[in-house]
């Protein structure tokens, strides 16, 4: 059964920084075969893709509100997929999920809380 272990959530003040973890487990396929993703969301608003990375070579996407801020990683020999933000604005705010992809296979991490406040 695919799971996920998130971390590194937490509270800091606007213009910090932190790093999300997300560690797979039980795919039926191989770690490196899945398009990962981090999305967030807020009380009362959509689930809303912050940032992507794909299986293999390619480009990285994000979200309009986060480029120049947020770099997604992986390293598939941890089966693990990052997120590094800095500069954080109350804005960021959010329950951040990771999610994994393969044709019509669509995983979920549990979700970990950003809170970014003065």
């Known amino acids: 059964q695919a799971q996920f272990v998130e971390s590194g959530g937490g509270s800091v003040q606007p213009g910090g920084s932190l790093r999300l973890s997300c560690v797979a487990s039980?795919?039926?396929?191989?770690?490196?075969?899945?398009?990962m993703s981090w999305h967030r969301q807020t009380p009362g608003k959509e689930r809303e893709l912050v940032a992507t990375i794909p299986a293999t070579s390619g480009n990285s996407n994000y979200a309009d509100s986060v480029k120049g801020r947020f770099t997604i990683s992986r390293d598939n020999a941890k089966k693990t997929v990052y997120l590094q933000m800095n500069n954080l604005k109350p804005e960021d705010t959010a329950v951040y999920y990771c999610?994994?992809?393969?044709?019509?296979?669509?995983?979920w991490g549990q979700g970990t809380q950003v809170t970014v406040s003065s």
């Open positions: 039980g795919f039926e396929f191989s770690f490196s075969w899945y398009t």
């Open positions: 999610n994994a992809a393969l044709w019509n296979r669509a995983y």
